[in-house]
Every structure is written in structure tokens, then in C-alpha cells.
């Protein structure tokens, strides 16, 4: 079967995020399926970007297909990423015919962020005779609505409302990221049988070939378990709605208590961060670079508890499928969810504790109940979560239901 997996944000190992097509892609050709993807050249999400030489660039990356469209590069949210959103979507539908023709594919996976690559994806998938399939992991324009104070009658928010009806309407079938949007999805036209659920997952055997954590970084672990410190651990973006301010207030607070916090990752925030604990004498806080993947497992495994936090926002009553929250399972650790959602993962996954986010008082009560548990107490909430992500999100398993799906069609 050839399969085309479209998304402008799409990236690999190599590039960097986002993965979720790759992985995909990669479990797919594994099962001797033909994969194209099909992505902007540049891309905000990645490390690196890829190197084009014309409008259309081929390449082929542990065996799938990536054609690159050009795209101009863009900072920030402004101007310049509504410029690349909507030449790259000409761009694709323009040359829609002629990835047809030269790829002939048997079905068409539109993921781009917005609901406008389905145009040109759905124009693939009609001249190749394909299906047509639509994977939503953000909804627009509700989000830049919700998020961003546009007004509906906007007329950029009017385009993207059509643009998502359409897509709703004349999709095959769509896979959503988002557990509990399916209702939401039925009154924007989509047929209360067209709905799917498969989420972000994990690649299991990346944590049997992780790699040691340099000697710098060794040494603090050392250093703080020697002291008895419980250690709060953190690995991610550092932007504004991971509310990273709230888990350091909480964690100063808990000084007498010989807890500390380490943040991993680098982000938009990091350095206000920084200053922030010099600022106000915080010597309990300590910040990592942000780490290659293959470390990620090893800076993991130190930790006592890990922490995922988002500020209140009214669109994850729709759910959340964080890669993050899969990695933390997979180390076995307890986790402390300060998100509110549609769904509760630590709660499905009997792997932690919830408290109210941006509630230092709640997350200060749920660390101190974790580190008042026996070790073994702790350990059985980390194999907890850990038997639910191999059994619900490790991608073989998410492969051979989306492989199922495609096939039912």
C-alpha cells in the first residue's frame, strides 16, 4: 500500500519535531508500506531545517519519501507564519497533480496544523483515486479564537471555519489526537462514524538504547542524592503555557523540606526563569540544557517525581495527548499531572497525582504526599504507568490500529 502522509510541521530524528509523522511513517515502511511525506521546508518546531534546492525537493530518509515544498522562513506568530501557512497550502495544491501522478498513492493523511492542507490534500487523493483521511491534533480556528482573542468574523478565522467544515464533511475518516472532541467535531459536520482516537505514542526500543548523561551532569545527581534530596524533575519546552513560574514557587517553598527541581529543555521563558530564581535568592532550582533524545531516558531514571504542568485553558477540555507525560511513564517515575482536561492520564494510568494547576498550595500538598510514601509505594505507581504506556501508546500498537482503520475504508 502507498500511503502519504502530509503535515508542514513534519520533521525525523534527524530534523527534529515534530515526530509523530515520522514514526508513523517509519512503522509503516517497516511493514513493507510505500510512505511519502510531504512538508514546508522550514518549519519553527525543528533543529534543523532541511536543505532545498527548487520549489520541489525529494529525499529519502531511512526509507520513506520526503518531499520538501519550499516555504519562506517566519519568526513568532505574525505576519511571516500566516505568509508560509498560506504559500505553502498554494504551493500543495498547486502541485497536487503532480505528486498524484508521480506517487500514485492508495490513501492521503492530511496533519498539517490547519485545516487548509486538506484542500490540497484532498485534491492528491481525487486525482490518485486515494482515500482521504483527516488527522486533527489541533482545532481550528477555535484555538487562535480561544487562545489568541481572534474575533469569528475575522476574516482569517472565517477562511479556517470553512476550511474546517469542508474538512469534517469530506473526509474518509478522522484521527483525532484528542480524545473528547468527537461531539464538538459532529456539529462542524463530521459523521458520528468517521470518528477515530489514536494518540501520540512511544518507541519503545529508544529507551533500551539510551545513552549516559555527561560527567557534569552525573555529578549533580550525585551530589544531590548524597544529601537526600528528593528530587522533582522536569523535561520539556520552557514557554509560557508549560507555567514553569508556578512549579519553582512551589518547589522554593519546600526548601526545609530537601526538595529540589530540575528543568531540562530550553524554550521562550528559560532565561526569565533563570533570573527569576537568581532574582529571588532560589539556590533549590537547578537548569539542564535542553538534552539530546537518547539522554532523555537516563535524566528520567534520576529523578524521584516528575512534573507536567499547563495554565488553565478551555480548549483541553477537549483532552491532551502530551509526548511528555508517555516519556515520564516509560521511566517508571510517579507523575504529578497539573493539567485540567478533558482527560485525566494519571488517573487512567494509576501513575501519580493530580493538583490543580497554577495552585502552588495543591502541587506543594501532592509532592509532599508523594515523598512522604514508602520507596515502594512510589515504585508501584511508576510500574503503574509504565504497563500503561506499553499496553495504550507504544506505536507498533498504534500502528496496527491505524493500519486497521485505513483497510476498513
Given at each position: ?60 530518509i531511512d526509507g520513506i519519501q520526503y518531499k520538501w515544498i519550499k516555504t519562506p522562513k517566519y519568526s513568532g506568530n505574525g505576519v511571516g507564519r500566516v505568509l508560509h501557512m498560506f504559500l505553502y497550502n498554494f504551493y500543495l495544491w498547486f502541485y497536487a497533480k503532480k505528486i498524484a501522478r508521480e506517487f500514485k498513492p492508495d490513501v492521503v493523511i492530511a496533519s498539517g496544523v ?296
Amino acid at each position: 500500500m502507498k500511503i502519504l502522509y502530509e503535515s508542514d510541521l513534519a520533521g525525523s530524528k534527524y530534523h527534529g519535531m515534530a515526530y509523530r509523522i515520522y514514526q508513523f511513517s517509519k512503522e509503516f515502511t517497516d511493514r513493507e508500506h510505500e510512505v511519502m511525506v510531504v512538508a514546508a521546508s522550514y518549519s519553527h518546531t525543528r533543529r534543523i531545517n532541511p536543505n532545498v534546492t527548487g520549489r520541489l525537493t525529494n529525499e529519502n530518509i531511512d526509507g520513506i519519501q520526503y518531499k520538501w515544498i519550499k516555504t519562506p522562513k517566519y519568526s513568532g506568530n505574525g505576519v511571516g507564519r500566516v505568509l508560509h501557512m498560506f504559500l505553502y497550502n498554494f504551493y500543495l495544491w498547486f502541485y497536487a497533480k503532480k505528486i498524484a501522478r508521480e506517487f500514485k498513492p492508495d490513501v492521503v493523511i492530511a496533519s498539517g496544523v490547519t485545516p487548509l492542507d486538506f484542500i490540497g490534500c484532498r485534491k492528491i487523493a481525487k486525482k490518485a483515486g486515494a482515500k482521504i483521511f483527516l488527522e486533527v491534533g489541533d482545532l481550528w480556528p477555535l484555538s487562535p479564537i480561544e487562545l489568541g482573542g481572534y474575533s469569528p468574523r475575522h476574516p482569517f478565522i472565517k477562511i479556517m471555519q470553512w476550511a474546517e467544515n469542508y474538512s469534517y464533511r469530506h473526509t474518509d475518516n478522522v484521527i483525532s489526537l484528542l480524545p473528547c472532541v468527537k461531539k464538538y467535531m459532529m456539529e462542524h459536520g463530521l459523521d458520528s462514524d468517521k470518528f477515530n482516537y489514536i494518540p501520540n505514542g512511544i518507541i519503545t526500543s529508544e529507551w533500551d538504547a539510551s545513552k549516559e548523561l555527561s560527567e557534569k551532569i552525573q555529578g549533580v545527581f550525585k551530589k544531590l542524592k548524597k544529601e537526600n534530596k528528593f528530587i522533582i524533575g522536569y523535561a520539556g519546552a520552557h514557554g509560557q503555557a508549560n507555567d514553569l513560574n508556578t512549579i519553582i514557587d512551589v518547589v522554593a517553598g519546600l526548601k526545609s523540606q530537601d526538595v529540589v527541581l530540575i528543568l531540562i529543555g530550553t524554550g521562550q521563558e528559560k532565561e526569565k526563569l533563570v533570573s527569576y530564581t537568581l532574582k529571588h535568592g532560589i539556590d533549590n532550582v537547578y537548569f539542564f540544557p535542553a538534552q539530546e533524545k537518547e539522554l532523555i531516558p537516563a535524566c528520567l531514571k534520576q529523578m524521584d517525581v516528575l512534573y507536567i504542568g499547563l495554565q488553565k485553558q478551555p480548549l483541553f477540555r477537549f483532552g491532551i495527548s502530551p509526548n511528555k507525560m508517555f516519556d515520564y511513564m516509560m521511566a517508571s517515575k510517579p507523575i504529578i499531572q497539573a493539567i485540567d482536561a478533558g482527560n485525566n492520564l494519571v488517573q487512567e494510568a494509576n501513575c501519580g497525582l493530580y493538583a490543580e494547576p497554577e495552585n502552588v498550595e495543591a502541587i506543594a500538598q501532592a509532592i509532599l504526599k508523594l515523598k512522604m510514601m514508602s520507596t515502594q509505594e512510589r515504585e508501584e505507581l511508576g510500574r503503574n504507568g509504565h504497563e500503561y504506556v506499553l499496553q495504550n501508546h507504544a506505536y507498533n500498537k498504534l500502528t496496527e490500529r491505524y493500519l486497521d482503520l485505513i483497510k476498513q475504508v
